[in-house]
């Protein structure tokens, strides 16, 4: 499951970010690459709780930002974060996406201790 994956990745560099003296919420920023985003950050969290309970995974912020998506009706190209998101023009599903997936662990009230 790629969430397996990406929970033992996320613990991997929050482990490091706290030996290195690193304080604060980190935040998980994901782009595109997933279909349900709340059943994406509760299997996430999940597999993150089983690799590295000593983290506390709901301390975690999993932000999910917006993709390009283009109209599979008129063609408008929009923004959007929901996996099979509606054109605001015309009402039409976005086609799929073809942009790969970018997650990156960061800490915006970054501490050092």
Do not use: Y
């Amino acid at each position: 499951m790629h969430e397996a994956a990406l929970a033992g990745m996320v613990a991997i560099d929050w482990r490091k970010a706290r030996n290195d003296g690193v304080l604060g919420r980190p935040r998980l920023l994901i782009r595109g690459g997933h279909d349900e985003p709340v059943d994406f950050d509760a299997a996430l969290r999940l597999h993150l709780q089983v690799v590295a309970p000593e983290l506390d995974p709901g301390a975690l912020e999993i932000v999910h930002l917006p993709i390009a998506r283009l109209c599979g009706g008129c063609g408008r190209q929009f923004k959007a974060t929901a996996p099979s998101p509606v054109c605001p023009t015309c009402g039409s599903v976005a086609l799929p996406s073809t942009a790969a997936e970018e997650v990156e662990l960061d800490w915006p009230n970054r501490e050092a201790s």
